[in-house]
């Protein structure tokens, strides 16, 4: 008889060590998903927390008739910008410009902070005379603004 194996004892350690174990791997499976799930929400507020504080505005825009050009007069209040839109709207239609690194040297963005620029953009003019113009930077909007006849 003491050369029997006592199965019962010989169970309960093997069930201890798979119930440690599934537990060490069922823990690492929920930290890796919600890390998975902090890191995707964290990239999807990233843009809206940065469009709440930017102060990049539109100080004025006219219509040049003679020269028929837009003049949208910006002022740049911070660093890193990548692109910025235009949206000029006509009455019952609506163009869009693309001011950004791959555009060249006829739309560049200021590098400065509290630089302004004024860009020129072509119009025609056969169409109807821009009413609006809206800046976009970096996918966020920082308002409209109306288009003016320019000063001579």
Do not use: W
């Amino acid at each position: 008889m003491s050369n029997r194996i006592n199965k019962k004892g010989i169970s309960e350690i093997f069930s201890t060590v798979l119930i440690v174990g599934m537990s060490i791997v069922a823990l690492t499976l929920l930290t890796t998903f919600i890390f998975g799930i902090l890191e995707v929400t964290k990239t999807q507020l990233a843009p809206a927390t940065e469009c709440i504080s930017a102060q990049t505005k539109i100080e004025g825009a006219c219509v040049d008739k003679t020269k028929s050009d837009l003049r949208i007069k910006i002022k740049i209040s911070e660093e890193g910008i990548n692109n910025l839109a235009f949206s000029i709207i006509s009455k019952g239609s609506a163009k869009s410009y693309y001011c950004g690194e791959k555009c060249g040297v006829s739309c560049t963005i200021p590098p400065g902070v509290g630089q302004t620029k004024t860009l020129h953009l072509p119009i025609n003019s056969s169409e109807s005379i821009p009413e609006e113009v809206t800046l976009i930077m970096d996918g966020c909007s920082r308002g409209t603004t109306k288009i003016e006849n320019c000063r001579l």
